[in-house]
């Protein structure tokens, strides 16, 4: 199963261990922008695909458009409660006006 790990922009691949791995590579990406709607509770798919049309609604409405199909993200193990669950639905930006550009790390709008 693939999995990403994502640094923070001031740590630098060089200064990063070695993979003991041969499958496990460092990989330097350019930097790219996302709308995030964040939820608590299960994420069921119904819950699922309502904060997903509720984000992209939002993202009509700011005259924005995501490059592909937003991603489900999850934080919690099982054991916590439901309602201090952290779910986000997450989409890829293109062509994000200046107005909205921030630096890497930044958070532009929270609503």
Do not use: K
Request: glycine content about 4%; overall charge negative.
């Amino acid at each position: 199963m693939p999995c990403e790990t994502l640094l923070p922009v001031d740590v630098h691949v060089g200064n990063c261990s070695t993979p003991t791995d041969a499958d496990v590579r460092l990989v330097v990406e350019p930097s790219w922008t996302v709308a995030v709607r964040q939820f608590s509770w299960y994420a069921t798919d119904v819950r699922v695909d309502r904060e997903r049309e509720r984000l992209l609604e939002e993202l009509t409405r700011r005259d924005l458009e995501g490059m592909d199909e937003p991603s489900l993200f999850q934080y919690n193990d099982p054991w916590t409660p439901r309602f201090m669950r952290t779910n986000e639905i997450e989409v890829v930006l293109e062509d994000v006006p200046g107005y909205l550009s921030s630096g890497p790390g930044q958070t532009v709008a929270r609503e």
